[in-house]
């Protein structure tokens, strides 16, 4: 077999969630590309339907759907729309998940001090990033047991193998901020569940992998931009089409000796 056919997706039926956001519009768009007919989900069912549109609109097979990860009805009910869409479902890429991000102007969505820090925001924040990915997961699986194979592909983040590098949120002369708690909890639990469910599929031809992406370059303030450049072996933060060919890899019979993986693409940050 050539070595590029490992990378055909011709036939397969893919599940994205967090479709419409940043990383997750390159995920839908790549895995459309190498063949794979695709499914944007997203709470924000409006920007699933238009990313749709524009990937069929370019010769692309997509449908566009709103998914509330935090609701069995909902992960169940998406599942079941795709298998009668499609007729199968052979990769899920969880990619939906709360995360606070800088904006332009150098803010976080709250200053995050762990002494503080809202229980009820903690609570939102597991049942979106751990419990959405689980119950998505769950519904997923179902169909590709039934297939006798399917891949899952969970994204993690360099917060969930090493602690935030609180000082690239600081800005001179203003209060402090903080990457919250829950992101680097909710990111290593990610990490366990590829781990364990690798394992628990054994035998069963289901792969489950986790991407580590480093920070994406999302038009943050310059000064946030160069302290976590500077921290990076390759001196800048990733662009956001930087992680689809890692995903591709780990959708595709290209990675089809891996499982309860973790593929980092961060730079070298972690690697200091």
Same mark, same amino acid.
């Given at each position: 077999m050539n070595?590029?056919d490992?990378f055909?997706?011709?036939? &397969?039926?893919?599940?994205?969630? /967090?479709?419409?956001?940043?990383?997750?519009? /390159?995920?839908?768009r790549?895995?459309?590309?190498?063949?794979?007919?695709?499914?944007? @989900?997203?709470?924000?069912?409006?920007?699933?339907?238009?990313?749709?549109?524009?990937?069929? @609109?370019?010769?692309?097979?997509?449908?566009?759907?709103?998914?509330?990860?935090t609701?069995?009805?909902?992960?169940q009910?998406?599942?079941e729309?795709?298998?009668?869409a499609?007729?199968r479902?052979d990769?899920?890429?969880?990619? !939906?998940?709360l995360d606070p991000k800088v904006?332009?102007?150098?803010?976080v969505?709250d200053? /995050?001090?762990?002494?503080?820090?809202?229980?009820d925001?903690w609570?939102?924040?597991?049942?979106?990033?751990l419990t959405?990915?689980?119950?998505m997961?769950?519904?997923?699986v179902?169909?590709?047991?039934?297939?006798?194979?399917?891949?899952?592909i %969970?994204?993690?983040?360099i917060? /969930?193998?090493? !602690?935030p590098?609180q000082?690239?949120? &600081? &800005?001179p002369?203003k209060p402090p901020q903080?990457?919250p708690?829950?992101?680097?909890v909710t990111?290593a639990?990610i990490? =366990?569940?590829t781990k364990?469910?690798?394992a628990?599929?054994?035998?069963?031809?289901?792969?489950?992998n986790?991407?580590?992406?480093?920070g994406v370059y999302?038009?943050?303030?310059e000064?946030?931009?160069q302290?976590y450049?500077? &921290?990076?072996?390759?001196?800048r933060?990733?662009?956001k089409?930087?992680?689809?060919?890692a995903?591709?890899?780990?959708?595709?019979?290209?990675?089809?000796y891996?499982?309860g993986? %973790?593929?980092?693409?961060?730079g =070298?940050w972690? !690697?200091?």
């Amino acid at each position: 077999m050539n070595i590029f056919d490992k990378f055909n997706l011709e036939g &397969r039926v893919a599940v994205v969630t /967090g479709g419409p956001g940043l990383l997750g519009s /390159g995920f839908c768009r790549s895995l459309a590309e190498a063949g794979a007919s695709v499914v944007v @989900a997203d709470v924000d069912e409006k920007g699933s339907a238009k990313l749709a549109r524009k990937l069929n @609109a370019d010769g692309l097979h997509a449908l566009g759907l709103g998914l509330d990860i935090t609701s069995p009805v909902s992960t169940q009910s998406l599942v079941e729309q795709t298998l009668k869409a499609f007729g199968r479902l052979d990769i899920l890429v969880n990619s !939906a998940a709360l995360d606070p991000k800088v904006d332009s102007k150098g803010a976080v969505q709250d200053n /995050g001090a762990f002494e503080s820090y809202s229980l009820d925001t903690w609570n939102q924040a597991l049942n979106v990033n751990l419990t959405g990915t689980f119950l998505m997961t769950q519904a997923a699986v179902r169909p590709m047991l039934a297939q006798g194979r399917g891949v899952v592909i %969970n994204l993690c983040s360099i917060y /969930g193998i090493s !602690a935030p590098v609180q000082g690239i949120y &600081r &800005r001179p002369g203003k209060p402090p901020q903080f990457k919250p708690v829950y992101y680097t909890v909710t990111k290593a639990g990610i990490l =366990g569940f590829t781990k364990y469910l690798a394992a628990y599929y054994a035998g069963n031809g289901i792969r489950v992998n986790a991407l580590t992406p480093g920070g994406v370059y999302n038009n943050q303030d310059e000064h946030f931009v160069q302290n976590y450049s500077a &921290r990076a072996i390759l001196g800048r933060m990733a662009d956001k089409d930087e992680m689809n060919g890692a995903v591709l890899f780990l959708a595709s019979d290209a990675s089809s000796y891996m499982t309860g993986a %973790n593929l980092v693409v961060d730079g =070298g940050w972690t !690697a200091w």
